[in-house]
């Protein structure tokens, strides 16, 4: 049995493999073709933390798989009476053939996932975001090609997607340069990378940019860190995505966020809203590429 709670899970050949998959089940999905392997199967999705994509992607892709699915937040369910993570896992687990959790520490997910009797899917910690670097680098390769040998400059907080794309670097084979303020840097333990060629950093977000192939961002403020929010502003203010970041970056630079976004912070509207943006096609492929990753997690590789 496999577990997705890190990028760092799954090989490169792997990744190849869902990339490939991936794309044939968006091509099946546009033309309307039926693609149901999951027939009975049932995902339960439990969200600590709010959401859109994760939950409306989840939740159609099993569907559309053929399957079935249960919602549960902390409000709803024992999860917020202080039911231990252990029992909860050992119940649901029982009941459900996967699990996608959102949730805070990595330590509850980990935990969740070790008495769990079925693969566990990360939907977002405050550590990783995997399953949304699975669709950005989908996104890349759909648009540029292969992402081996580029270059992603990454604006801002050192959080659970800067982490998650420096293990994707390390294990893909590109390079992540990296620009946070001071005091919100990559904790290079937490992200579990090495200090190698696929990670450098500058303290100028404009040096970051610099002939980068994908220039890339996030909120000021990740979700848990809302206390933080009025000293984030300050300390970011140089952190936003312009247009003269995109100018300095390679012509055909892609510009992507995870979203939601907030335009005016950490992007401006004119480089979200504009020509080298690809930030909805990167939103709908969370659904293509988070099929391919249950098919792959129940079915193991197919053709
Ligand atoms: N990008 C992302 O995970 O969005 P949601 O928080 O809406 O799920
Ligand atoms: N870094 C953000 C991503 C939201 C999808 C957060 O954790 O809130």
């Known amino acids: 049995m496999r577990h997705y709670l890190q990028f760092s899970d799954l090989s490169a050949s792997e990744y190849a493999y869902l990339f490939e998959r991936a794309a044939l089940i968006k091509r099946k999905f546009k033309a309307y073709e039926k693609h149901q392997p999951l027939v009975d199967r049932t995902l339960a999705m439990i969200f600590e933390k709010a959401s859109t994509r994760t939950r409306v992607s989840f939740e159609a892709g099993m569907y559309q798989l053929g399957g079935s699915v249960v919602h549960l937040t902390t409000g709803d369910s024992q999860l917020g009476r202080s039911e231990p993570i252990e029992d909860s896992a050992r119940v649901i687990s029982r009941m459900v053939d996967l699990v996608m959790i959102r949730t805070y520490g990595q330590d509850k997910i980990v935990r969740f996932a070790e008495y769990s009797r079925v693969p566990v899917i ?151 809203d504009g020509p080298q943006s690809v930030v909805w096609d990167e939103a709908e492929n969370r659904l293509h590429v988070q099929k391919a990753l249950m098919e792959f997690l129940l079915l193991g590789r197919l053709a």
């Not at 904790?187 to 192939?213: H, L, N, T, W, Y």
Request: include cysteine; charged fraction near 20%; proline fraction near 3%.
């Open 122 to 272: 990360n939907g977002l910690t405050n550590e990783f975001h995997p399953c949304q670097i699975l669709a950005d680098i989908f996104t890349y390769i759909e648009h540029r090609g292969s992402i081996q040998g580029k270059t992603v400059a990454w604006v801002g907080d050192g959080n659970n997607m800067a982490n998650t794309w420096l293990q994707a670097a390390e294990l893909l084979g590109f390079t992540v340069h990296v620009s946070t303020p001071t005091g919100y840097e990559v904790d290079q333990a937490v992200a579990g990378i090495a200090r190698g060629e696929s990670f450098k950093v500058f303290d100028d977000p404009m040096q970051a940019c610099a002939d980068a192939d994908l220039v890339t961002t996030d909120v000021w403020t990740s979700m848990g860190f809302e206390t933080e929010n009025e000293a984030r502003k300050k300390a970011f203010a140089e952190w936003c995505v312009d247009a003269d970041m995109m100018r300095v970056a390679k012509p055909d630079a892609l510009f992507m966020h995870c979203l939601p976004a907030h335009r005016g912070e950490e992007v401006q509207a004119d480089v979200i």
